[in-house]
């Protein structure tokens, strides 16, 4: 209370502060390492061994004063447990991926990468499955676990681009995953912000070259991801005919202009154009739609 004179005795076990410093325990542990993780940023070290170190460190901590006391019934101790952890995910994560950035990292870093990107999602799925979680899905909704977005975006691109450095058995359940995400996340479908629309043409780029065999009605989320490609499709094609007829009607310099930026001024710029491709592996990408989703 404002009036104390020397600091409290921090309690052991589970109170209800349990939840925010846990959190703050991974972040005053990633503070003192002088590598706090910023947004969609790199998180450098010079050794990836040094990295390691910090991470289990603040692995340890948060593990030995709190994960430890949590009662997984109870759903606050639950998202705790989904949080630290994918947390801890989301880092080792984090410092594998400027390999995957620059193009050096070897097919078993690859794998490796997997692996750490498919606990994030299983993290994900094992929160919103918790029958008490829904009070709180305020918060998981819109902001995911950590590393979550990372982790979606490379499963995505192994599934298009490295589907033979896995095993049936793995893309069997990373499309589960999959699956699962957009069934949690309204917002991946009804999102109209750039990172959104790049991720379901991702999905749907994936899925196309997937195909399983025996497989004859697709998926739920397929589905409505093409549903949604072809009426943004349609959508802009009849704007590009009312353009065109504007511009033949009036061929000024302001309509040319107006034309060439589209609808940049609305903030969504690049990703509703129909002839807009990007490369699935270019990282820079990827960060800036997180960035610029995040802002």
């Not at 921090?10 to 502060?17: L, N, R």
């Not at 901590?61 to 705790?80: G, M, Q, S």
């Not at 490295?162 to 995953?177: F, G, H, P, Q, T």
């Not at 202009?257 to 589209?262: E, I, T, V, Y």
Request: glycine share 6%; hydrophobic share 40%; net charge negative.
């Amino acid at each position: 209370w404002p009036g104390m004179t020397e600091k409290p005795d921090e309690q052991k076990g589970a109170t209800d502060m349990l939840f925010c410093l846990s959190r703050a325990c991974l972040g005053k542990k990633l503070a003192r390492s002088g590598k706090p993780i910023n947004g969609a940023a790199p998180w450098n070290f010079s050794d990836h061994h040094e990295a390691e170190k910090v991470i289990n460190a603040a692995e340890s901590e948060v593990e030995e004063k709190y994960i430890r006391y949590c009662d997984i019934v109870n759903p606050l101790h639950f998202l705790t447990i989904g949080l630290a952890r994918s947390g801890i995910t989301a880092l080792r994560l984090k410092i594998r991926l400027p390999k995957i950035k620059d193009q050096t990292a070897t097919d078993e870093e690859r794998k490796e990468l997997f692996r750490l990107a498919q606990k994030t999602l299983d993290a994900d799925a094992a929160v919103f499955a918790h029958v008490g979680i829904s009070k709180y899905q305020w918060h998981v909704r819109p902001f995911f676990l950590w590393g979550t977005r990372d982790s979606f975006i490379f499963i995505l691109t192994m599934l298009l681009k490295r589907r033979d450095l896995l095993s049936a058995a793995e893309v069997e359940i990373a499309w589960k995953s999959v699956a699962q995400l957009y069934q949690n996340h309204d917002e991946l479908f009804e999102g109209k912000q750039a990172l959104h629309v790049a991720l379901r043409r991702l999905a749907l780029k994936a899925w196309d070259l997937y195909q399983p065999s025996g497989v004859v009605v697709e998926p739920g989320f397929i589905r409505t991801l093409r549903s949604l490609r072809d009426r943004r499709e349609k959508r802009l094609k009849e704007s590009d005919k009312i353009q065109d007829t504007t511009l033949s009607a009036d061929p000024s310099p302001g309509s040319d202009a107006n034309a060439l930026l589209g609808s940049v001024s609305d903030g969504l710029s690049f990703d509703l154009a129909l002839n807009f491709d990007f490369d699935v592996d270019d990282w820079v990408f990827w960060d800036q739609l997180i960035q610029d989703h995040q802002t």
